[in-house]
């Protein structure tokens, strides 16, 4: 009876498994297939078309989308699709320029806290907590206000303001890999704590490190476009997606819903296809994620 009763269960579950590896097989594709398409975009159509041969005409100005204009065109006449792939190219570089510089913080503050323990890890969590009882919004509203409008500004704020979370991944894990037998062989072998930080768990921490990274990409881009939308970030003249939101406000207003709508798609898109691949990252680096999939 209990033999009768167990096999129907176990099918189950392997049905179960199956869909779940199918529906993860299905998202991973998807995902790589925009990333793909998104880095092809960045790459050739600006070299390809150049932004200032976009010329103005206020004749053809907030048309529809179209076969001639598949996006449709701004408030002045220009083709909505360069200006977004435009926006997606300055965007992606100053979100991967911030979340690099965050992280390369992080992994710093959080090897050194997991590291040394004691009351320096005492003292650099609290500081931790310090910045994370503020806003990332209006910390880096208060750090670009500093200075005039420009990309470095943008950079230093996301990356001053999004470092937290990947400090705090990476002590845990450092702390995780201080009670290896490794680790005590190393150490009772007369390493110092600077030659086991270094040969071993640096190393073992930066695919975590790098899982957040990319992680931070796309978030870094949406703190851009915020910080673009209320005026503070990247100069108007660049067209960042931030930017394009900015400027279509009044479009919105009036009715036409393509200059606000495309752009944003540019955010979400990209945003989703990242976060569909470092899901996949992350199973791969985790055992027990790994193992699940497995049932």
């Known amino acids: 009876m209990t033999c009768e009763s167990t096999a129907p269960d176990e099918a189950v579950w392997r049905s ?3 869909r779940r590896r199918s529906t993860r ?3 991973v594709r998807t ?7 998104t880095v092809l975009a960045v790459l050739l159509v600006p070299p390809l078309v150049q932004l200032d041969q ?3 005409d206020l004749s053809a100005k907030l048309l529809p989308p179209s ?3 598949p996006f449709g065109t701004d408030d002045v006449g220009r083709d909505l699709l360069l200006r977004c792939v435009y926006g997606l190219r300055v965007s992606l570089l100053v979100g991967a320029a911030a979340a690099l510089t965050a992280t390369v913080i992080g992994t710093a503050v959080g090897a050194t806290a997991g590291a040394l323990g004691g009351w320096a890890d005492r003292a650099l969590m609290r500081l931790v907590d310090t910045f994370s009882s503020v806003p990332h919004l209006l910390l880096g509203i208060f750090i670009v206000a500093m200075f005039r409008p420009g990309v470095w500004p943008v950079i230093v704020s996301v990356g001053l303001t999004h470092w937290l979370s990947t400090a705090r991944i990476v002590r845990a894990e450092v702390l995780s890999l ?3 037998p490794y680790i005590d062989a190393a150490v009772s072998g007369g390493a110092s704590r600077w030659r086991v930080a270094v040969r071993h768990l640096l190393p073992a921490v930066l695919p975590q490190a790098a899982l957040a990274a990319v992680l931070m990409v796309p978030h870094a881009m949406w703190h851009e476009s915020a910080l673009s939308f209320l005026g503070l970030g990247l100069p108007t003249h660049l067209a960042s997606l931030g930017n394009l939101i900015q400027n279509a406000r009044g479009s919105l207003l009036a009715g036409q819903w393509w200059p606000t709508l495309f752009p944003g798609l540019f955010i979400i898109v990209p945003t989703l296809a ?3 691949l470092a899901g996949a990252w992350r199973e791969r680096i985790d055992p027990r994620r790994r193992s699940e999939l497995m049932l």
């Open 274 to 276: 990242v976060a569909g």
């Open 16 to 18: 179960y498994g199956t």
């Open 54 to 56: 976009q010329a103005v």
């Open 31 to 37: 995902s790589a297939a925009l990333v793909a398409v």
């Open 178 to 180: 201080r009670s290896r």
């Open 25 to 27: 097989t299905v998202r």
């Open 67 to 69: 076969w001639g204009h």
